[in-house]
């Protein structure tokens, strides 16, 4: 049962181009061939009825529910896997059909848990085999409702967020296949044969024990309770478990799922995925579809507070004391300091509104350009590498256009955690026969799991990016695989020549880059011809690339590689970064970076400057200001005293976390504008409560420029949405900003940004999605870009020399660190780590390969010490072939861990992004946590005191 109402085809839609023409029920249909004769029912407003049947799987005719006439034709054949004939007649409402159906739904009915055929009950408000049994005349169950046939091993609760209850199973299949089809993952089956035949997962395990990842797909599909949301029986409790549904945009990683938030007042009941939502098609992952319960988690702060010194405890104010007092602190260190010694840092977990107006706001009330955003320790590279060689920063392709892609090149990224829901799509492709190549240090899950195997995983060591990229850009060149037409048509020659030139240098040759990568040289080869050879080739990359001393190089090897193959254009091809977090694109869009406004145009160029000036009634700077790690050098020489945090935690999130407390610590001001007291929060002087997802109206834009409407599902539990406090900062400050609604903001930004002139909260209702650019040229938006012409006129070459990192190995560190996320958690796990989750990753670990492993004494669940020249820390190993000999693997969720201590400072040499994914290290056995982590964990256990109220008079 749903809120928003969703029409359930049956069946997916056919591809085919060719149409036919059908009669059913006396309506004369035409629909694409290949179509069933359930949908094309469907498209004249003809609902069959059905259980094992839904639009989001292949069909599979097991229910016969479904059934129908064709005149001429002997039998009631299924609906949903007969296709359809041009000239027949269909009749789905005949006695016989209604006999058949009744007979088979009293069946069902006698199996199923159920005590009667009343839709009304509590019990039976999410069982939609009853509605089913409604359609179909069913009144009565002359066999009974005690399924004494069935078997029944007892409830399992033990997935923190759903249960499975046999009793109420019709063995219809449908949560398998959501499994095999949609999730990909295989975890269910169907175990014992005839009345002993029950859904099992994994070898007869629990929910939680198996290989389930808890994405959901099995829970929407059951369509009889047997599989149900814990929040939904929580909910049947009361006399009406939701009332109203709400459209919205998932807050966690930058694929941008679509969900309907089912409501009770202004509590969520449950997430639904939507259907309609055109990055997700209906899917969802463990972290959107369950963990939004940090909304309400006990540890979120409300109320606004100040404290004099980061010693002291904090102590509640007023929002009007709070805001003054971060008006006045940054007014007086501007007059003492300077006008550049304050700055702010753009969340990319805000909406696109939220984060213009924090970078309005340093332009126009702080007067500077300081103003940074967490894409630069993530993706800045991409925005450089691509808009130097194609002439724009973003991804080329939207997500849809995996379906067309023949070969795959996944390198530095791990979808199935970080990106789960693309993930699921890329998996469907391989197993209709696309190939992929996976160049990364691990073995992630797309290079082997069931029925998906890489056609070649090249294991490189962390660093040699580039020199990987320019030997298969050797083959490419030196073994005439050139897509000689496309490079004469579409990119500058002369460029083209240099790089032709360069990469066929000998001393680029596989056998040359085997000795830097790691990865033999054949299959350094075979990658590069399967990629040039294979059809429509994709690139897809992740931090991996970019969060290196050479990422923005490492960007442009890939934009190089895709034009000397002619893959750009067209569905199936292109260069795609698979963004981090929710709204990392729309944050670099919004001009969050020092240099640039919104849309990518440098603060220098008087023209566009003039054009900000004259809509905000402000003289602005034309000198770019500091980056967020200038920042820190400059608090620490003195000339960089306050900051204004929105939703980024940079303590957890930063490299090198010593420096970062230092320079946290010479500020004079720090506010901190968020969800929790985070780690940043230990070191602030004003904390400014903040907003979820679901507290406010705006967009979010996806790794595929997919901008998205947020809405409103619940008033703000702090007083005020993230982009009002913003304005209460600036008005207060002395530079009116005055919105009733963000509605207002993106018309600025339309209004301002050339690639949104076509974008507004109307027009994104009318359409439900728009990929930017949209403007006169693409008023309905642009799903593959550069199809043409490069964004720049011709696409450009850069030479790409390799340049190793200053991060060696040697005797005293002689193994390479790389991090990553995992399924279950987020970034640094501010919203993860307060729900439910927690189960399945409680704590940081350290994959080590066994080899190194038993050098060091180490055994599996040891305590390590795992030290770099920057730092050190101490976490539990976990001893997996997973990582090559000679390279050690962390996530960074847990601030008890504190990952990032052991990073050092050297970074892009483009953008500063930190060089996370390479640290030189050693590990040796550990008794406990270092000196370090305890003086870091006493120190917040002391910041985050909070004094009691004071008594009103």
Same mark, same amino acid.
């Given at each position: 049962m749903?809120f928003v109402h969703?029409?359930?085809?049956g069946?997916?839609?056919?591809?085919?181009e060719?149409t036919v023409?059908l009669t059913?029920?006396g309506?004369?249909?035409t629909?694409?061939?290949?179509? @069933?004769i359930?949908?094309?029912?469907?498209?004249?407003? *003809?609902?069959i009825?059905?259980?094992c049947a839904?639009?989001?799987l292949d069909a599979?005719g097991s229910?016969?529910?479904?059934?129908?006439?064709i005149?001429?034709r002997?039998?009631t054949?299924?609906?949903c896997?007969?296709? /359809?004939a $041009?000239g027949?007649v269909v009749?789905?409402k005949?006695?016989?059909?209604?006999?058949?159906?009744?007979? #088979?739904? &009293?069946?069902y009915?006698?199996?199923?848990s159920?005590?009667?055929?009343?839709?009304?009950?509590k019990?039976?408000?999410y069982? $939609?085999?009853l509605?089913?049994?409604?359609? /179909?005349g069913?009144e009565e169950?002359r066999?009974?409702?005690?399924?004494?046939?069935?078997?029944n091993?007892g409830?399992? &609760?033990s997935?923190?967020?759903f249960?499975?209850?046999?009793? %109420?199973?019709?063995?219809?299949?449908?949560?398998v296949?959501?499994c095999?089809?949609v999730?990909?993952t295989?975890?269910?089956t169907?175990s014992g044969r005839g009345?002993d035949?029950?859904?099992?997962a994994g070898m007869?395990?629990?929910?939680?024990?198996?290989?389930?990842v808890? !994405?959901?797909?099995c829970v929407q599909a !059951?369509p009889?309770?047997?599989?149900i949301e814990?929040s939904?029986?929580?909910?049947?409790?009361?006399?009406?478990?939701?009332?109203?549904?709400v459209?919205?945009t998932?807050?966690y !990683?930058g694929?941008g799922?679509?969900?309907?938030a089912e409501m009770?007042g202004?509590?969520?009941v449950r997430m639904v995925?939507?259907?309609d939502g055109?990055?997700?098609?209906g899917h969802?992952?463990v972290?959107?579809?369950?963990?939004?319960?940090?909304a309400?988690h006990?540890?979120?702060i409300l109320?606004p507070?100040?404290r004099?010194?980061i010693?002291d405890?904090?102590?509640e104010?007023?929002w009007?004391?709070?805001?003054?007092?971060?008006?006045?602190?940054?007014?007086?260190?501007q007059?003492?300091?300077g006008?550049g010694?304050?700055?702010g840092i753009t969340?990319s977990?805000c909406?696109?509104?939220?984060?213009?107006?924090?970078?309005k706001?340093?332009r126009g009330?702080?007067?500077n350009?300081n103003v940074?955003?967490?894409a630069r320790v993530?993706?800045?590279?991409t925005?450089?590498?691509l808009s130097?060689t194609?002439?724009?920063?973003?991804g080329?392709?939207?997500?849809d256009?995996v379906?067309d892609c023949?070969?795959?090149?996944?390198?530095?990224a791990n979808?199935t955690?970080a990106?789960p829901?693309?993930?699921?799509?890329?998996?469907?492709?391989?197993r209709?026969?696309?190939?992929?190549i #996976?160049?990364?240090?691990?073995?992630t899950?797309?290079?082997? @799991?069931?029925?998906?195997?890489?056609?070649y995983?090249l294991p490189?060591?962390p660093?040699t990016?580039?020199?990987?990229l320019?030997?298969? +850009?050797?083959?490419?060149?030196t073994? =005439?695989?050139v897509n000689e037409?496309?490079?004469?048509e579409r990119?500058?020659g $002369?460029?083209?020549?240099d790089?032709?030139e360069?990469?066929?240098?000998p001393?680029?040759?596989? &056998? +040359?880059i085997?000795k830097?990568t790691g990865?033999?040289a054949d299959?350094?080869r075979n990658?590069a011809?399967?990629y040039?050879?294979g059809g429509?080739g +994709?690139f897809f990359y992740?931090l991996? /690339?970019?969060?290196?001393?050479?990422?923005s190089t490492?960007?442009m090897g890939?934009?190089?590689?895709?034009m000397?193959t002619?893959n750009y254009?067209r569905?199936?091809v292109g260069v795609n970064?698979?963004?981090g977090?929710?709204n990392?694109?729309g944050? !670099?869009d919004m001009?969050?970076?020092?240099?640039e406004?919104?849309g990518?145009?440098h603060?220098?160029?008087d023209s566009v400057?003039?054009?900000?000036e004259?809509d905000?009634?402000? %003289?602005?700077?034309?000198e770019?200001?500091l980056?967020i790690n200038n920042?820190?050098d400059?608090?620490m020489?003195?000339?960089f005293? =306050?900051?204004?945090?929105?939703?980024?935690?940079?303590?957890q @999130?930063?490299?090198?976390t010593?420096h970062?407390?230092a320079?946290l610590s010479?500020?004079?001001?720090v /506010?901190?504008?968020?969800?929790?007291?985070?780690?940043?929060?230990n070191?602030a002087?004003?904390?400014?409560?903040?907003?979820?997802?679901?507290?406010?109206?705006?967009t979010?834009?996806n790794?595929?420029?997919?901008?998205q409407l947020?809405r409103?599902?619940m008033e703000?539990?702090?007083?005020?949405?993230?982009w009002?406090?913003?304005?209460?900062?600036?008005?207060?400050m002395?530079?009116?900003m005055h919105y009733n609604?963000?509605?207002?903001?993106?018309?600025e930004i339309?209004r301002?940004t050339?690639?949104?002139?076509g974008?507004s909260?109307?027009r994104?209702?009318?359409?439900?999605?728009?990929?930017?650019p949209?403007?006169?040229?693409?008023?309905?938006? *642009?799903?593959?870009?550069?199809?043409?012409?490069f964004?720049r006129?011709? =696409?450009?070459?850069i030479?790409?020399?390799?340049?190793?990192t200053?991060?060696?190995?040697?005797?005293?560190?002689?193994?390479?660190?790389?991090t990553g996320?995992?399924?279950?958690?987020?970034?640094?796990g501010?919203?993860?780590?307060?729900?439910?989750?927690?189960?399945w990753?409680?704590e940081?670990?350290? &994959?080590i390969?066994?080899n190194?492993?038993?050098m060091?004494?180490?055994r599996?669940g040891?305590?390590?010490?795992?030290q770099s020249?920057?730092?050190?820390t101490t976490?539990?190993a976990?001893i997996t072939e997973?990582?090559?000999p000679?390279v050690v693997?962390t996530t960074?969720h847990?601030?008890?861990?504190q990952?990032?201590?052991?990073?050092?400072d050297?970074?892009?040499?483009?953008t500063?992004c930190?060089?996370y994914?390479c640290?030189?290290v050693?590990? @040796?056995?550990?008794?406990?946590?270092?000196?370090?982590q305890k003086s870091?964990?006493e120190q917040?256990?002391q910041?985050r005191?909070i004094a009691?109220?004071e008594?009103?008079e």
């Open positions: 749903s969703e029409i359930d085809y069946t997916p839609k056919s591809k085919a060719k023409t059913i029920d309506k004369q249909v629909v694409p061939e290949g179509t @069933s359930m949908r094309a029912a469907m498209e004249v407003g *003809t609902e009825p059905k259980l839904t639009d989001m599979f229910c016969r529910i479904c059934l129908v006439e005149d001429g002997n039998g054949p299924a609906s896997t007969t296709p /359809v $041009d027949i009749h789905t005949t006695e016989r059909l209604d006999r058949i159906r009744k007979g #088979v739904m &009293e069946l009915a006698s199996d199923h159920v005590t009667s055929l009343d839709r009304s009950a019990e039976n408000t069982v $939609d085999l509605d089913v049994a409604a359609d /179909v069913l169950v066999y009974g409702f005690d399924c004494e046939h069935h078997p091993a409830v399992d &609760e997935n923190p967020y249960i499975y209850d046999p009793a %109420k199973c019709i063995v219809c299949s449908r949560c296949r959501a095999e089809e999730q990909g295989f975890a269910l169907i009345f035949s029950i859904v099992s007869n395990e629990s929910f939680l024990g198996s290989e389930c808890s !994405c959901g797909a !059951c009889t309770g047997s599989l814990k939904v029986l929580a909910a049947q409790a009361v006399e009406k478990p939701a009332d109203h549904s459209v919205t998932c807050a !990683c694929v799922c679509a969900f309907k009770r202004e509590e969520v995925p939507y259907k055109k990055a997700n098609r969802s992952c972290k959107g579809r369950f963990a939004w319960g940090y309400n006990k540890e979120r109320k507070m100040v004099e010194k010693t405890p904090w102590r104010v007023s009007d004391e709070a805001i003054a007092r971060t008006a006045s602190e940054f007014k007086r260190i007059q003492k300091y006008r010694a304050v700055g969340s977990r909406t696109d509104e939220e984060t213009f107006l924090v970078q706001l340093v009330g702080f007067r350009n940074d955003t967490c993530c993706h800045s590279p925005g450089y590498g130097s194609l002439g724009t920063s973003a080329t392709q939207d997500f256009s379906e023949d070969v795959m090149v996944l390198i530095g979808p955690d990106h829901v693309f993930a699921s799509r890329m998996k469907k492709r391989l209709q026969g696309a190939k992929i #996976v160049i990364d240090p691990r073995a899950d797309l290079v082997r @799991s069931p029925h998906i195997e890489a056609a995983h490189l060591l660093g990016n580039v020199a990987m320019t030997g298969l +850009a050797h083959v490419i060149v073994e =005439g695989l037409k496309f490079v004469r990119c500058e $002369d460029a083209f020549q790089w032709a360069f990469v066929a240098d001393k680029h040759s596989p &056998e +040359a085997a830097i990865v033999p299959d350094i990658a011809r399967l040039a050879t429509n +994709a992740g991996g /690339v970019t969060e290196h001393s050479q990422g490492a960007v890939i934009a190089n590689l895709a000397a002619g254009g569905p199936g970064p698979l963004r977090q929710n990392v694109q944050s !670099c001009g969050s970076f020092p240099h406004f919104s990518y145009r603060v220098a160029t400057r003039e054009q900000f004259i905000w009634g402000v %003289k602005l700077d034309k770019p200001g980056r920042m820190f400059a608090a020489d003195g000339s005293l =306050g900051l204004y945090v929105q939703g980024e935690d940079i303590l @999130s930063d490299p090198n010593s970062v407390v320079a010479k500020m004079e001001c /506010v901190v504008q968020d969800l929790f007291l985070n780690e940043t929060a070191y002087h004003i904390f400014l409560p903040g907003s979820t997802f679901l507290e406010k109206d705006g979010f834009i790794a595929e420029r997919r901008i947020v409103k599902v703000p539990k702090n007083g005020y949405a993230d009002e406090v913003t304005c209460l900062i600036s008005n207060a002395g530079y009116p609604h963000p509605s207002e903001i993106m018309d339309a301002l050339p690639t949104f002139s974008v909260f109307k994104l209702e009318e359409l439900g999605s728009i990929q930017w949209c403007n006169e040229k693409a008023p309905l938006g *642009t799903p593959v870009m550069h199809i043409d012409t964004v006129g011709k =696409g450009r070459f030479v790409t020399e390799y340049v190793a200053d991060e060696r190995v040697g005797p005293r560190f002689p193994l390479l660190l790389t996320r995992i399924l279950s958690q987020y970034n640094v501010a919203q993860t780590r307060r729900t439910d989750n927690v189960v990753h409680p940081d670990r350290l &994959e390969h066994p190194d492993a038993e060091r004494g180490v599996d040891d305590w390590v010490r795992l020249r920057a730092g050190e976490l539990r976990l997973r990582v090559a000679g693997y960074f847990h601030p008890s861990t990952a990032n201590v052991i990073t050092t050297f970074s892009d040499w483009a500063n930190p060089e994914k640290t030189a050693q590990i @040796s056995p550990s008794n406990g946590p270092t000196e370090w870091y964990e917040a256990r910041s005191r009691p109220a008594a009103a």
